[in-house]
């Protein structure tokens, strides 16, 4: 069998049964990225040695007979902006190019402990603003299923990477859509977890009450494997939450609720029981009608396995977009305050005349910023700023509210909720780059789940029909949304889907 | 919707250079963007609490006793590793300019 197709639990046995060595398994992969990034280019940074290196400490161990983990020698790549100890981290940006990361993000480590092999650093929107990874100041990554197409964004090139297997699974992260929507561009799957399930700290900030990192990769059950791997509290994200201690959201809770049991609680979920809202004010106008078909078809799967499908309302959706961008971007405009070029990076236009520190921060960041970076950081600038904070931010603030109410109220009447994750199949490189209005449509349906906090998996659920060039459909993904820290229902639910 | 005027304050705020060609094309399309936010206003928000956080966490704290040097410590069940270098040498090291472990910087205060 194809190594590069191979799940984590098909790697696993393969590698117990000494079918092949991690070593093997890791040089496969660095091979057919040298053949294949130049012309996806899903990877900013290759670490062969660092792979390589871990690779060989597996196989070590697998030889002196030590039961090693489950994730133990698979291959992932990881987004560049979240930290791997001594290897660049660019987040996409000029300003960050020099940058080597001093330190292992918490999620890095994690994965490190169970023996993940990591291949490389892959491509990102600059400072992960962006829908289809065109904002990199290195240039855009190419959805491997059309080249001439974006992968996605901000984590296209994690979604591709996994989507071209040029890896087993992927790191990606979501702050408005950035795990789902470049899942669902690249054909294959992509978790958010609830915001406080994963720990944050080694990721470079964007907007720090949406920001979450996630697992993008071939299978449902891979994604889980991974999120189980990185998930739970961290001291140093003061955000992060220890699913099991959350006791609003689980109404029907034993006194002893385990996660192991939770998950079980999960396996045997019955289809049948099982209540799905599909929201009609996601089904207006604007949606490409191929999308809206497969979607429903999707919808009408699960309604055939049993489930009983319900209309619901999110009256405030029509807001959600404006809210987002009016509560990203000031985080945002904060969290690139840091941005220098006095603790890391340098200027690199030396011939300029730099009379004193203001020219400094000007000269530093407008060299290191790309043009959509600082679109964002102005129009956050601008919302912050004193006349205008009570009209936009807190404005914006309250509207959260207003979306988390609907949230609440409709998950009163239903388990989960169905979706489309974008209203436009992957689009051409360079359609949408000239109109960032145009661009930011791409999140209509994936900011609310950011604005609010729960969990959202992105699943491939079928093509669009083929257009008149030929060759095959474009892949559609279906959004589904649970409860708060009920990421393994979703999940569950998603695998039902492969199955069928 | 902003004006030019307005674009380069706000540029100046957040201590960012635009080009000439930028102004007009930034100034175009963030006005486009607050047009579009504008929407946000026919919401009645009267008695509404802001959310700023999708769950309120309280006062996450440690406990206030003083730590070794912790950087880069991370137990797990008894094994611990850490950074070849101090902390304070691997992170000046990123640093453009630094002289006797500080960084340098032009001066904060001008000298008239």
């Not at chain 1, 969290?335 to 690199?348: H, Q, S, T, V, W």
Request: proline share 5%.
């Amino acid at each position: 069998m194809e190594l590069t197709n191979l799940t984590i639990a098909q790697i696993h046995q393969g590698l117990i049964k000494k079918d092949f060595s991690a070593s093997e398994l890791c040089k496969t992969f660095l091979d057919k990225i040298k053949e294949k990034n130049k012309e996806i280019f899903a990877f900013l940074t290759v670490s062969e040695d660092l792979a390589l290196s871990k690779a060989k400490k597996i196989d070590d161990m697998i030889l002196a007979g030590y039961e090693i983990p489950l994730l133990a020698g698979v291959p992932s790549a990881i987004k560049d902006n979240i930290l791997v100890e001594n290897i660049p981290c660019t987040a996409g940006s000029r300003i960050l190019e020099d940058y080597i990361a001093p330190y292992d993000a918490r999620v890095v480590k994690k994965l490190k402990n169970q023996g993940v092999v990591i291949l490389g650093k892959t491509n990102l929107d600059e400072f992960a603003m962006g829908s289809s990874t065109e904002n990199s100041a290195f240039g855009p990554t190419r959805n491997p299923l059309d080249l001439t197409r974006v992968p996605g964004g901000s984590s296209g090139g994690s979604a591709a990477a996994v989507a071209a297997r040029l890896s087993v699974f992927a790191l990606g992260s979501d702050t408005g859509g950035s795990i789902r929507q470049p899942s669902s561009f690249c054909g294959v799957v992509g978790l958010k977890p609830t915001y406080g399930a994963v720990s944050r700290y080694g990721l470079i900030a964007f907007a720090s009450s949406l920001d979450q990192i996630g697992p993008i990769a071939k299978t449902v059950e891979d994604c889980q494997i991974v999120f189980n791997a990185i998930k739970g509290k961290d001291e140093m994200d003061s955000t992060s939450v220890e699913a099991s201690k959350i006791e609003n959201y689980r109404a029907k809770r034993r006194a002893s609720s385990s996660p192991s049991l939770l998950l079980a609680e999960a396996r045997k979920l019955k289809i049948k029981n099982l209540c799905i809202g599909v929201p009609k004010e996601y089904f207006v106008k604007g949606i490409n009608p191929e999308v809206e078909r497969v979607i429903k078809l999707a919808i009408k799967k699960y309604e055939e396995m049993g489930a009983y499908i319900k209309e619901i309302s999110l009256p405030h959706t029509e807001y959600a977009l404006p809210c987002y961008a009016v509560i990203s971007s000031p985080e945002a405009s904060a969290n690139l305050a840091r941005y220098d070029a006095i603790k890391y990076g340098e200027i690199k236009n030396k011939k300029l005349k730099i009379k004193n520190l203001f020219d400094y921060y000007l000269i530093a960041r407008g060299e290191g910023f790309g043009a959509e970076v600082r679109r964002r950081i102005m129009l956050g600038t601008y919302a912050l700023s004193a006349g205008y904070y009570e009209a936009y931010y807190l404005r914006a603030q309250k509207i959260r509210t207003l979306i988390k109410n609907d949230f609440e109220k409709a998950f009163k009447e239903v388990d989960l909720i169905f979706a489309p994750v974008s209203p436009f199949l992957p689009f051409k490189i360079g359609e949408r780059i000239n109109d960032p209005l145009s661009m930011y449509l791409s999140d209509i349906y994936t900011v609310s789940v950011n604005l609010v906090g729960f969990p959202a998996l992105s699943l491939p659920i079928g093509k669009a029909a083929p257009l008149q060039n030929g060759g095959e459909g474009l892949p559609v993904g279906l959004q589904i949304i649970g409860k708060p820290f009920e990421e393994d229902k979703i999940l569950e639910i998603g695998k039902l889907y492969a199955s069928n | 919707m902003i004006t030019k005027k307005e674009l380069r304050r706000i540029a100046k705020l957040a201590r960012l250079s635009i080009t000439k060609d930028e102004e007009e094309r930034f100034t175009k399309e963030l006005s486009s963007i607050l047009n579009y936010v504008e929407k946000l206003k026919e919401v009645d928000v009267s008695g509404v609490e802001p959310t700023s956080h999708p769950f309120e966490v309280e006062n996450v704290m440690r406990s206030d006793e003083n730590q070794k040097p912790s950087f880069h410590l991370w137990k797990r069940g008894g094994r611990r590793e850490r950074s070849s270098l101090r902390p304070s040498k691997r992170l000046l090291e990123l640093a453009p300019e630094t002289k006797d472990g500080y960084l340098k910087v032009k001066s904060i205060f001008e000298i008239n």
